[in-house]
């Protein structure tokens, strides 16, 4: 049959799958603590040389640089803590993070490039 005839989307590819299970840790590491976020870009990582001239690869390049911009926050909200700076910035990563996880998720999904 042919997919075009009763408007479905293509098979999703193994990339595909991929760039969306990294998006389902980073996840779950921001709910859970971590761990997870963690696994989640290392899958990246890994996966990102796989997704090289997909529309893909840049929700390998989404994770990754989630993951680095949110540590360095992280690192520096922490530090600001005491004078209450880093209340506010801790909640602005976390919501940073929401959002990026959320819009790569929905692109994924929906067979489009992150960027």
């Given amino acids: 049959m042919n997919n075009e005839l009763y408007n479905q989307p293509p098979q999703p590819d193994t990339?595909?799958?991929?760039?969306?299970?990294?998006?389902?840790?980073?996840?779950?590491?921001?709910?859970?603590?971590?761990?997870?976020?963690?696994?989640?870009?290392?899958?990246?990582y890994v996966k990102r040389g796989d997704a090289a001239q997909t529309i893909y690869y840049s929700h390998f390049e989404n994770v990754i640089s989630t993951f680095w911009i949110s540590l360095v926050l992280t690192i520096v909200s922490f530090l600001l803590w005491?004078?209450?700076?880093?209340?506010?910035?801790?909640?602005?990563?976390?919501?940073f993070n929401i959002y990026r996880i959320a819009k790569g998720l929905i692109k994924a999904i929906d067979y489009k490039p992150y960027f």
């Fill in 15 to 44: 990339t595909r799958t991929h760039a969306i299970i990294a998006y389902v840790l980073l996840a779950i590491g921001l709910a859970s603590g971590g761990f997870f976020t963690l696994v989640g870009v290392i899958w990246a």
């Fill in 82 to 95: 005491f004078f209450g700076i880093g209340v506010l910035l801790f909640f602005a990563v976390y919501i």
